[in-house]
C-alpha cells in the first residue's frame, strides 16, 4: 500500500456516511408506511364514527289497547284478519292518551314522532301471540327517523333538532324524562330491505342481491378461468395467436369496468333481452370483469408448479391430463383459489358495471333468487349517500362497515385456504 | 499418441504434481545410471574406492524411492487420475520399483569388483564384463531416455537391445565354464565374475521392464510376458 | 489442443470405439436433434446392450441429457424440439408416430436430476404408476408392488413404518430412492437417468451407485453423468458426447485407462481449457 491511508482507514471514514446513507433509506419506508396507516385510520375512524349509531335505533314505550273490537278483528283465526286490522289506530290512541293530546293539528304533530314501520312490527308480534289481544299492553315502538337522529345526538351541546317543532321536542323530552325512550339493537337494518323511510331501512336486500351476483360470478368465472388457464398454460402451441390471445387477457384486466357494464347492456339485456336488475346478468357482467383476474393468477399459479414434478408424472407414463388432473392442479389450487376469491371481492365491491344495467334501483323486497330484482351492497350505499335525509348518513356509514367486512372475511377466507391447502415440495 | 499434455491440466497443480513426479523419477534414473556407471568401471579398472562410492549411494537410491511411492500415493488420493494421468502414475510407481532393483544390483557388482580386486591380475571374464556392461549402460541411458520424452518405438528399440544383452550373456556364461574347466583353482574368481554379469544382466531385464512401462505410459498396451515380435505387432496394429 | 481444434476434430471423426453391440435392447441410428434450428445432436449411432448400464458423459450442453431424453420421447414436451433418425426399442420404433407414449414410458422409465417424489404420501408415490396403469386390480395386490418395489430400492426397512408419511419428509438421498422405486414400480424394461446423484451428498450416492449395480441384473439402464468416477464405478460401457457428437463408445475399463480418442482422453484427465 503506497497512499498514505490503508484501505481499512478509507472505509472507515466512509462508514459514518454509509449509516446515516441506510437510515435515512429506512425512514423512508418507515414514513410511507406511517402514511398508508394514517389514511386508513383516518377513514376507518370517520367510517365508524358515523355509521356505528346505524346498527342501533330509538323506540318509544307506549302501553297499546288491544281491544279487537278496536282493532277490527273478528275472528284472529280468519285469513288476512291481522292485515286488515287497524293497529295504526290503536297506537295513534295509545300515544294521545299518553300524552293527553286532543287537538288535531297537535295529534298529527304527535303521529309523526311514531315511525309508520311501528303498525307493521306491532301486528307481527300480535300475529305471533294471539293471546296479548283483548288486553293493554307495553310496547317498545320504532320512532320516526327525525326522532332516531335527535335522540342519538340529545347528550352533545346542540342536539339535532332538524324538522321537529318545539311542541315535539318537549314531548320527546317528556317521554325521555320518564324512561320512554331507549336506543335498541336495530334488527330491521340487518333484517329488511331498502326503504324511503331511513329508520325502515335495510341490507339485507341488497346482501342478498350481492350474494346471488358474486354466487352467479364464482359459479361462472372460475371454472372458465381455470380451464382456460389450463389450455393456455398446459395445451396451447405458442405461436403468435395464443401471444396475441395473452397481451389481449392482461389488457382486458386494465378496462374500466364501466365499459364491462357498458358491454353487459348491449349484449344482455338489448340483445338476449334479459330483464334489468337481476343478478343473474349482473353475475354474467362481474364474470366478464373477474375474468382476467382469475385467469391471469391461475395461470401464475400453474406455472409455480415445479417442472420436475410435472416431468416425474410424464416419466411414469401419465398421459397430459392424468398430469395436470393429479398433479398441476391440485398443486396450483391454493394460488388459483387466492385468485379466485380475491376476484370476487373485487366484483363484491364493483359499482359501475352494475349501475349500467339496472341493478341501481329501489327494490324494497328481498329477492329469492338470481331472477328476482335486486341491487348490490355497494349499489346501496351509493343510492343511501345520494339520499337527502339526515338518517340516511349512518346508514351509509353501516353499509359500507358492512360490506368492508365481508371483503375482510373473504380475504381472511383466501389467506386461510392458502395455509390450509398448500403443500410443501 | 505421443504427447502426454502433462501441462494442458486445468487445474494447474495436478500439471506441478504429474510434472515434479516424473522429473524426479528421471533424478533418480539418473542417479541409478550413474551408480551402474560407477560399478561398472570399478570392476573394470579394479577400483575399490569407487566400488565403495557406489556401496554408499545405494543409500539415496532406497530414499528416492521412499520419496516417489509417496509422492505417487498422494496424486493418486488427491486428483484420482484417469486415462494417460493414471498410467503416468502407475508407470512411475513401477519404475521406481525396477530402478530400485537396478541400483541393488549395481551394489552387488561394486561388491563383486572389491571382491575381484583382491584376487591378483589374471583377470579373465574381463571382456565380457566390459563387453555386456557397455551395452547394459547403453540400454539404461536410451530407456532413461525414452521414459523422458514418452517414446514408444525408442523404448521398444530398447527391449530389442535386451534380447541381444542376453544373448551375450548366455554366450559369456558358457565362456565362464570353459574357464572353470580349464583351470579349476580360478573356480572361485569365475564364480564372482559370473555373479557379476548376472548382476548385470539383471539391470538389462530391469531396464526392459522400465521400457515397457514406457510403452504401456504412451500407447496403453501391455507388452509384457510377450514375444519381440508380438509386441511389435501390437504397437503397430492400433 | 484450444477448443477451435477441438471443435473441428468433433465434427470431422466418426465415433471411435465399439458403438454398436450384438442382440441390443435399444438401437439408435443417425439420430439428429434441432432445438428450432439449431442442431443439438449430429448423426448419433448407438446401440444399449440387454442389462447393461451405460453412463453418457461429457462437458455440459453437449447434448448428452438431449439424448437421454429422446429415448422415452420426453422431448416431446418441448415444442421446438425435432428429432430424426431410427431409435428402437427391441423391434419397437420409438418415433412411430402412431405409437403411443404413454406404453411406451411404462417400458422406458425415468429418474431425474433432482430428486422429485409428488407431494404426496410414500406409498401413493410408489403406487401411482401402477395406478394409472392398471396394474393392480386389488388392494393387496397394490401393496405387494409397493412392497416389492421399495425392497428392490432399498428402501423399504427405512420407510415401512411411515409408508402413510409424506414422500418429501424423507432426505434427499431417500427421496430419490424413492423416485427410482416409483420407477421400478411399473417395471420398466429400461432405466434413464438423468445425472441421478447430482443433488446428493457422497453417502447417499454410493448408496444409489450400489442400487444400480443390483438393477442391472434385471433392468436395462442408460446414466447420464457429471461424475466421471461415477461412471468409472457404475457402467459397463461409456460413450462420450461432444458438441452433439458422440466421439468414443467403449468398454468403461477401456475408456478410464486408455481411451481412443484425444478429446475423451482431454476430457476425462481434465485437459480442456
Known amino acids: 500500500m503506497t497512499s498514505a491511508e490503508s484501505t481499512i482507514e478509507k472505509v472507515n471514514k466512509n462508514l459514518a456516511r454509509r449509516y446515516r446513507a441506510e437510515q435515512r433509506f429506512r425512514l423512508y419506508g418507515i414514513l410511507s408506511v406511517l402514511f398508508g396507516l394514517s389514511c386508513l385510520v383516518v377513514l376507518f375512524t370517520d367510517i365508524i364514527g358515523k355509521g356505528y349509531k346505524g346498527f342501533v335505533s330509538t323506540e318509544i314505550y307506549l302501553t297499546v289497547d288491544l281491544s279487537s ?14 292485515m286488515q286490522a287497524d293497529f295504526e289506530g290503536a297506537i295513534k290512541r295509545a300515544l294521545y292518551a299518553r300524552l293527553d293530546v286532543t287537538d288535531r293539528r297537535a295529534k298529527r304533530a304527535l303521529n309523526a314522532l311514531i315511525s309508520s314501520g311501528a303498525s307493521y312490527a306491532l301486528r307481527d308480534q300480535v300475529k305471533r301471540q294471539p293471546e296479548l289481544l283483548d288486553s293493554s299492553h307495553g310496547f317498545w315502538l320504532l320512532a320516526d327517523d327525525d326522532v332516531d337522529t335527535w335522540y342519538k345526538s340529545v347528550d352533545s351541546k346542540s342536539p339535532f333538532t332538524g324538522r321537529l317543532s318545539d311542541e315535539q321536542l318537549t314531548w320527546l323530552q317528556t317521554l325521555d324524562f320518564s324512561g320512554e325512550l331507549r336506543t335498541a339493537l336495530n334488527t330491521t337494518f340487518f333484517t329488511s330491505g331498502d326503504s324511503r323511510e331511513p329508520e325502515m331501512a335495510g341490507i339485507m336486500g341488497a346482501a342478498l342481491g350481492s350474494f346471488f351476483t358474486v354466487l352467479v360470478t364464482l359459479l361462472l368465472s372460475f371454472p372458465i378461468g381455470v380451464a382456460a388457464a389450463v389450455y393456455l398454460e398446459e395445451y396451447a402451441p405458442k405461436n403468435r395467436w395464443t401471444d396475441l390471445i395473452e397481451v389481449n387477457i392482461n389488457n382486458l384486466a386494465a378496462v374500466p369496468s364501466i365499459i364491462f357494464g357498458l358491454l353487459g347492456l348491449a349484449i344482455f339485456i338489448n340483445f338476449f333481452e334479459m330483464p334489468r336488475s337481476i343478478p343473474l346478468v349482473g353475475g354474467l357482467v362481474l364474470t366478464l370483469m373477474t375474468l382476467p383476474t382469475i385467469i391471469i393468477s391461475s395461470r401464475a399459479a400453474i406455472k409455480a408448479v415445479p417442472p420436475s414434478i410435472r416431468e416425474a408424472a410424464l416419466g411414469l407414463g401419465a398421459s397430459k391430463m392424468q398430469m395436470v388432473m393429479h398433479h398441476v392442479l391440485p398443486l396450483a389450487m391454493p394460488g388459483m383459489l387466492t ?55 349512518e346508514k351509509t356509514s353501516a353499509a359500507i362497515m358492512v360490506l368492508l367486512g365481508f371483503l375482510f372475511l373473504m380475504n381472511a377466507l383466501a389467506v386461510w385456504l392458502r395455509r390450509r391447502l398448500e403443500r410443501r415440495w | 499418441m505421443d504427447k502426454l499434455h502433462l501441462d494442458r491440466h486445468i487445474s494447474r497443480q495436478f500439471n506441478v ?5 516424473r522429473t524426479q523419477l528421471l533424478e533418480m534414473g539418473g542417479l541409478v545410471e550413474q551408480q551402474v556407471t560407477d560399478a561398472v568401471a570399478s570392476i573394470e579398472s579394479g577400483d575399490t574406492a569407487l566400488a565403495e562410492k557406489v556401496i554408499v549411494n545405494e543409500d539415496r537410491v532406497d530414499d528416492f524411492e521412499i520419496e516417489l511411492d509417496e509422492q505417487a500415493t498422494l496424486v493418486l488420493a488427491r486428483r484420482q487420475p484417469a486415462a494417460s494421468d493414471l498410467r503416468l502414475v502407475l508407470a512411475v510407481i513401477k519404475a521406481v520399483r525396477d530402478l530400485e532393483r537396478i541400483g541393488d544390483e549395481a551394489q552387488k557388482v561394486a561388491k563383486m569388483a572389491i571382491a575381484l580386486s583382491g584376487e591378483g591380475a589374471n583377470r579373465r571374464g574381463a571382456t565380457e564384463l566390459r563387453h555386456i556392461g557397455a551395452s547394459v549402460l547403453t540400454m539404461m541411458n536410451q530407456g532413461l ?40 583353482r580360478e573356480i572361485s574368481r569365475v564364480m564372482n565374475v559370473l555373479w557379476a554379469l548376472r548382476a548385470l544382466e539383471r539391470i538389462g531385464d530391469h531396464v526392459r521392464n522400465i521400457c515397457e ?26 | 489442443m484450444n477448443i477451435s481444434e477441438h471443435t473441428a476434430q468433433a465434427h470431422a471423426d466418426k465415433t471411435v470405439g465399439e458403438p454398436l453391440v450384438k442382440n441390443a435392447k435399444m438401437s439408435m441410428r443417425g439420430v439428429n436433434v434441432f432445438y428450432a434450428d439449431k442442431q443439438a445432436i449430429y448423426g448419433v449411432d448407438l446401440d444399449i446392450g440387454r442389462n447393461e448400464v451405460i453412463a453418457m458423459i461429457g462437458p455440459s450442453g453437449c447434448g448428452k441429457s438431449t439424448f437421454l431424453r429422446c429415448l422415452n420421447r420426453m422431448n416431446d414436451t418441448i415444442d421446438i424440439c425435432r428429432v430424426e433418425g431410427k431409435l428402437m426399442l427391441e423391434n419397437q420404433d420409438i418415433y412411430d408416430p402412431s405409437l403411443d407414449v404413454v406404453p411406451l414410458r411404462a417400458r422406458v422409465g425415468m429418474v431425474f436430476q433432482k430428486p422429485n ?9 410408489v403406487a401411482y404408476g401402477p395406478r394409472i396403469h392398471g ?12 412392497e416389492t418395489s421399495l425392497r428392490k430400492a432399498g428402501l423399504w426397512d427405512e420407510v415401512k413404518d411411515r409408508l402413510h408419511g409424506p414422500g418429501t419428509g424423507l432426505s434427499g438421498g431417500q427421496q430419490q430412492r424413492l423416485c427410482i422405486a416409483r420407477t421400478i414400480a411399473v417395471s420398466p424394461e429400461v432405466i434413464l437417468m438423468d445425472e441421478p446423484c447430482s443433488a446428493l451428498d457422497p453417502i447417499a450416492t454410493a448408496k444409489i451407485e450400489e442400487l444400480i449395480a443390483e438393477l442391472s441384473e434385471n433392468y436395462t439402464i442408460a446414466i447420464v453423468t457429471h461424475s466421471m468416477q461415477q461412471a468409472a464405478r457404475v457402467s459397463h460401457r461409456t460413450a462420450y458426447f461432444h458438441l452433439g457428437k458422440l466421439i468414443e463408445v467403449n468398454d468403461t475399463e477401456k475408456v478410464f485407462t486408455n481411451p481412443d480418442h484425444d478429446l475423451t482422453e482431454a476430457y476425462i484427465t481434465g485437459r480442456f481449457g
Open chain 2, 145 to 184: 531416455d525414452a521414459f523422458a520424452r514418452f517414446d514408444a518405438e525408442a523404448a521398444l528399440r530398447v527391449v530389442e537391445a535386451d534380447e541381444s544383452v542376453d544373448r551375450e550373456y548366455k554366450t559369456a556364461i558358457r565362456e565362464m565354464v570353459t574357464y572353470m574347466m580349464e583351470d579349476p
Open chain 1, 339 to 393: 385468485g379466485a376469491i380475491i376476484g370476487m371481492a373485487q366484483a363484491l365491491g364493483e359499482t359501475a358495471p352494475l349501475l349500467m344495467i339496472g341493478m341501481v334501483a329501489f327494490v324494497v323486497d328481498l329477492p329469492g333468487g338470481v331472477m328476482d330484482a335486486a341491487t348490490a351492497l355497494p349499489v346501496q350505499i351509493f343510492l343511501w349517500a345520494d339520499s337527502p335525509e339526515r338518517a340516511f348518513v
Open chain 3, 117 to 125: 417424489p409428488f407431494p404426496k404420501s410414500i406409498y401413493d408415490n
Open chain 1, 69 to 82: 273490537d278496536d282493532l277490527g278483528i273478528s275472528d284472529p283465526e280468519v285469513e288476512n284478519a291481522f
Open chain 2, 213 to 238: 512401462h514406457v510403452v504401456y505410459l504412451v500407447r496403453g498396451l501391455d507388452i509384457r510376458h510377450i514375444s519381440l515380435d508380438e509386441a511389435e505387432a501390437k504397437i503397430l496394429n492400433q
Open chain 3, 135 to 146: 396394474l393392480a386390480s386389488r388392494r393387496t395386490e397394490l401393496d405387494e408392488i409397493v
Open chain 2, 17 to 21: 504434481e504429474l510434472e515434479a513426479l
